[in-house]
């Protein structure tokens, strides 16, 4: 317990170290509160909806993966979707990415008795953010050729592009196609690595592939229409490239978050970006706060909705590890229902 505790306070020091820095060497703040005023929420509303939007075909998008890993006594898409809103939540108000544990933790629940049906709903979240890596490359692509690009995002574009190509020939290898799995004599590791390649099936079927890169492809439209709706809430008035760099640095900065969305370096970034086109700093801090305000709004408000429909408290959602492999019958798994994510099978 104390070495949980001392785990919990470096990203507080972390956290308190960064608004010190952005207190002391951030924007104009007076600039940044008269931002505020002239917002136009109609505008503010059409972001809010996008991202809405964005989020359902998402969730397709997986719900198309795990179609493919398993035919049997599927998840309906509305367990799919709470599932999917609960990790939007987790993501937006924890460190790092416990949203993606979180709704495999929250799904599987879902599926009591399916013995080790967690380790292929992993290998479909990994197969999942694997289609992620179609848009992005098309993004930077425009971007570049549209857009300047600051020397530090681009080596670390090179970075996450080589590692997403790298993971994506990984994912491609190890899916393993449907079928009847005979597990007797293998190790509970080598059990667990076979489930999680059933999980990657998607990646070995060409049109579920297609439909689903086409789904997370719909979802970047929509983000990237979302950034350009805000842009016109905040009365920044810019051609759509302009936005196509914000949605870019976003994802940049957020690639791993030290605290939640790691607000003020994603404001940072988005407003240096801004900068190029003649837009103040400090107004397009501004602009980055609103714009993820308005993106935290859809994952928390949504995510709440769902938690209190999964019955999970947000207690319960930051005690979230890997579950572990168990045989359930049908008493116990009612027990299990009202325990912690932690403790689920």
């Not at 370096?265 to 240096?272: D, P």
């Not at 609103?290 to 999964?310: H, K, M, N, P, Y």
Request: proline share 5%.
């Amino acid at each position: 317990m104390r070495v949980s505790g001392w785990r919990m306070l470096v990203p507080v020091a972390v956290l308190v170290l960064a608004a010190s820095l952005i207190w002391w060497r951030g924007p104009d703040w007076h600039v940044v509160r008269d931002s505020f005023t002239v917002v136009r929420w109609p505008w503010v509303v059409a972001a809010v909806g996008l991202n809405l939007l964005s989020v359902l075909v998402r969730s397709l998008a997986w719900n198309t993966v795990i179609r493919q890993a398993i035919r049997v006594s599927r998840p309906a898409f509305r367990l799919v979707f709470s599932a999917f809103c609960v990790g939007l939540f987790a993501n937006a108000v924890l460190p790092g990415r416990v949203g993606e544990l979180g709704r495999v933790a929250v799904l599987t629940r879902r599926l009591p008795g399916r013995r080790g049906v967690w380790a292929t709903l992993i290998g479909t979240v990994f197969a999942h953010r694997m289609f992620d890596l179609f848009p992005m490359v098309l993004l930077v692509s425009w971007v570049l050729f549209a857009a300047k690009l600051p020397h530090w995002a681009l080596m670390t574009l090179v970075v996450v592009l080589g590692v997403g190509l790298a993971l994506f020939a990984f994912a491609l290898v190890g899916a393993h196609d449907h079928g009847h799995v005979f597990e007797e004599g293998l190790g509970k590791v080598r059990s667990y690595v076979t489930r999680a390649r059933q999980g990657l099936a998607v990646m070995r079927a060409p049109v579920p592939a297609a439909t689903a890169a086409l789904f997370q492809l719909l979802g970047w439209i929509c983000q990237l229409l979302a950034v350009l709706a805000a842009l016109h809430a905040f009365r920044i008035y810019q051609p759509l490239a302009a936005a196509g760099l914000v949605l870019l640095m976003m994802n940049v900065v957020t690639v791993f978050p030290f605290w939640p969305g790691n607000v003020g370096l994603t404001q940072a970034a988005i407003a240096v970006s801004l900068a190029q086109y003649g837009v103040a700093y400090g107004r397009g801090f501004a602009y980055g706060l609103g714009l993820q305000a308005i993106e935290a709004s859809v994952g928390i408000g949504i995510g709440t909705l769902f938690l209190a429909r999964e019955g999970i408290s947000y207690a319960m959602l930051k005690e979230i590890e890997t579950p572990e492999e168990s045989n359930t019958e049908d008493a116990q798994i009612e027990e299990m229902r009202s325990e912690p994510l932690s403790r689920m099978p």
